[in-house]
C-alpha cells in the first residue's frame, strides 16, 4: 500500500504548518495505530463517508479529511467532534462516535491524533 | 466546546472508564449486567435495541467466568453504556424525527 | 378502478379539496419527487426503479450485462411450479389471490380493512396457505423468494398504485412508516432518510446510495451479496443491521407499515421486479 505522508514529510509538514508540538509529540506507532482503527469496518470506518490521503475506496458523503491540524487548531474541538457532531449540528450524518460508545477512551484518542495529523 | 451537555458527557465516560483501574469486583459486574439487559430489554420493546448490547452482556461474562474481572467490568459498562443510550435514542427520536420530515 | 396518489397529484387543484384525508401523504409524495429531481436533474424520476444504477454509468452497464443470465431466474421457475402446486384443501393461488393471479402485485401492499393492518404479498401468500391446510412458509425462505418472484415476474410494467383508504387506521399505519423511516435507529444513529435523501447519490465506500424513489418496485432481490433471492424485508433488516440496530421480524407491523409508506411514495412507477443488485 502507498504510504503517502511518510515520517519526515510529516515532520516537515507539521514545522511549516506550525501545528505546534502536540502533533509532534504524536509517536508514528499511536499514528499507525490511530489510522488501523479509522480505517477498520468495525472501527472509526471514516474511510466509508471520508477521502483521505492513503485511503481506499473513499466514499463521499462527508467533507475529505485534509488539512486538519489547520481546520481544527484546537486538537479538543475535533475531539469534541468526533465524540459527538451533533452538538455543532442535530442533523449530522455522522455517528456520535464517543457518545454512543462506538469507540472507547483509547480508541478516541488515537483516532483524534491520527486525523488531526492529516 | 459549545455544549455544556457534551462536556459533561465526556467527563462522565471519562470517570466510567478510570473506574475499571479501581479494582472491580465480581458483584459490580453483575450489577452492571442486570442493568444493561434491563435497559436493553426496555429498548427492545421500542423496537431500537441495538446490535452491540448483547455481545457486550457476553463478553462481559465470558471475562468473568474466565476471572478477568477488569475485562469484564469495562465490557459490562460498555454494555451498559449501549443499553442506556439506546433508550435515550428511543426517547430523543420519538418526537425528533419530525424535524427531518421533507417539506416540513 | 381507483385513481392512484399519483394520478390524482396530476390533477392539480382538485386535490386539495377533495382529499383532505389523504392531504399529509400527497404533500410526502410531491416533495420527495421534487426533492430527487432537483438533486439529479438529469434522471428521470421513472429512472429510480433501479436504484443505484440510475445513478452511474459505469455500474450501470455492467448491471445490464448481468441481465443477459439473470441469477434470479430460477427463482422465477421454481416460483411459476409453486403456483401451479393444489394447496392442502384443493384450492389454489389464484382462488385466493383473485382471478387476475399472478399478476397482483401491483394490488400490493394495501390496507386491509378486517385486520386494521397493511396487508403485503407475501402475508397474503401464507394467509393463503394457513386458510387452506398447509403450513405458513418461512418469510425469508426459499419457497416464498420463489413464488413472489415469479408473481413479481408476471405483474412486471403494471404500475405502482398504493392506496390510503378514507379510513383512519389506514392513515395512521401510513405514518407509522413515515415515523420509521426519519427515525434515527442503531448505534451509529442512521435514519432511512440520512442514507437516502441526505446523502443520497454519494458513495458509501464504492456504493452509491440509492432514492427512496423506486425502492419496492423490484422485489424480490437476486443480491449477490446473498447468493440468493430474498425479500424487501430482509433488506430492511440488513439496513437495521448495518446502522447497528436490533433487526425487526420480517413482516412485523412496523415493516409492513414501512413497506406501505415507501411503496406509496412509488406511485405510478412500473413494477420490475425481480431484479439483481450487489
Same mark, same amino acid.
Given at each position: 500500500m502507498k504510504r503517502v505522508i511518510g515520517p519526515v514529510s510529516r515532520w516537515t509538514a507539521a514545522g511549516l504548518l506550525m501545528v505546534g508540538a502536540a502533533a509532534q509529540a504524536v509517536d508514528d506507532e499511536a499514528l499507525a495505530e490511530g489510522k488501523a482503527i479509522a480505517t477498520d469496518r468495525n472501527g472509526g470506518n471514516c474511510f466509508s463517508c471520508h477521502m483521505a490521503e492513503g485511503a481506499e475506496m473513499a466514499g463521499n458523503g462527508g467533507p475529505p479529511l485534509i488539512q486538519m491540524g489547520m481546520r481544527y487548531p484546537e486538537r479538543d474541538a475535533l475531539k469534541a467532534q468526533i465524540f459527538d457532531p451533533r452538538v455543532r449540528n442535530p442533523n449530522t450524518v455522522m455517528p456520535p462516535?464517543?457518545?454512543h460508545g462506538i469507540l472507547t477512551d483509547r480508541e478516541l484518542e488515537l483516532v483524534v491524533d491520527y486525523i488531526h495529523s492529516l | 466546546m459549545k455544549h455544556p451537555l457534551a462536556l459533561l458527557g465526556m467527563?462522565?465516560?471519562?470517570?466510567?472508564?478510570?473506574?475499571?483501574?479501581?479494582? !472491580?469486583? !465480581?458483584?459490580e459486574v453483575e450489577d452492571l449486567l442486570a442493568r444493561?439487559?434491563?435497559?436493553h430489554e426496555q429498548a427492545l420493546a421500542l423496537e431500537h435495541g441495538w446490535a452491540v448490547t448483547e455481545p457486550f452482556m457476553e463478553q462481559a461474562r465470558q471475562a468473568l467466568a474466565d476471572g478477568n474481572v477488569d475485562a469484564a467490568h469495562e465490557l459490562a459498562q460498555r454494555a451498559l453504556l449501549t443499553a442506556e443510550k439506546s433508550v435515550a435514542q428511543a426517547q430523543s427520536e420519538a418526537e425528533a424525527w419530525k424535524g427531518r420530515v421533507l417539506g416540513s | 378502478m381507483f385513481v392512484s396518489g399519483w394520478r390524482r397529484l396530476a390533477l392539480g387543484g382538485v386535490v386539495a379539496l377533495t382529499a383532505q384525508v389523504n392531504a399529509a401523504p400527497e404533500d410526502d409524495l410531491a416533495a420527495?419527487?421534487?426533492? &430527487?429531481?432537483?438533486?439529479?436533474?438529469?434522471? +428521470?424520476? *421513472?429512472?429510480?426503479?433501479?436504484? %443505484?444504477? +440510475? @445513478?452511474?454509468?459505469?455500474?450501470? *452497464?455492467?448491471? @445490464?450485462?448481468? *441481465?443477459?443470465?439473470p441469477p434470479y431466474e430460477i427463482a422465477i421457475d421454481e416460483?411459476?411450479?409453486?403456483?401451479? *402446486? +393444489?394447496?392442502?384443501d384443493g384450492s389454489s393461488y389464484s382462488d385466493c389471490l383473485g382471478d387476475d393471479a399472478p399478476v397482483v402485485k401491483q394490488n400490493y401492499p394495501y390496507f386491509d380493512e378486517t385486520t386494521g393492518q397493511v396487508m403485503t404479498l407475501d402475508l397474503a401468500i401464507n394467509n393463503c396457505r394457513v386458510a387452506a391446510g398447509d403450513e405458513a412458509w418461512d418469510y425469508l425462505g426459499p419457497e416464498m423468494a420463489a413464488l413472489t418472484a415469479f408473481i413479481a415476474y408476471e405483474s412486471r410494467d403494471e404500475e405502482v398504485a398504493v392506496e390510503i383508504p378514507d379510513d383512519p387506521r389506514a392513515l395512521a +399505519? &401510513?405514518?407509522?412508516?413515515? %415515523?420509521? &423511516? &426519519?427515525?434515527?435507529r442503531g448505534q451509529l444513529n442512521f435514519a432511512c432518510s440520512h442514507c437516502h435523501m441526505t446523502m443520497v447519490g454519494n458513495k458509501l465506500r464504492a456504493e452509491r446510495l440509492s432514492a427512496t424513489l423506486g425502492h419496492t418496485t423490484h422485489w424480490p432481490v437476486y443480491r449477490l451479496k446473498w447468493k440468493e433471492t430474498g425479500p424487501l424485508h430482509r433488506r430492511f433488516m440488513e439496513c437495521n443491521s448495518q446502522v447497528r440496530g436490533v433487526p425487526l421480524e420480517p413482516q412485523s407491523v412496523s415493516y409492513r407499515n414501512l413497506e406501505y409508506f415507501l411503496s406509496y411514495q412509488s406511485n405510478g412507477l412500473v413494477l420490475n421486479g425481480p431484479a439483481t443488485r450487489k
Open positions: 462516535y464517543g457518545a | 467527563v462522565s465516560a471519562l470517570t466510567l472508564s478510570s473506574m475499571a483501574w479501581a479494582g !472491580a469486583s !465480581a458483584d444493561a439487559a434491563a435497559a | 420527495l419527487r421534487s426533492f &430527487y429531481e432537483k438533486r439529479f436533474p438529469d434522471i +428521470a424520476l *421513472e429512472a429510480h426503479i433501479d436504484g %443505484a444504477y +440510475a @445513478l452511474d454509468e459505469g455500474k450501470r *452497464e455492467q448491471w @445490464l450485462e448481468m *441481465e443477459d443470465f416460483g411459476a411450479e409453486l403456483f401451479e *402446486e +393444489a394447496l392442502a +399505519a &401510513y405514518e407509522d412508516g413515515k %415515523a420509521f &423511516y &426519519y427515525t434515527r
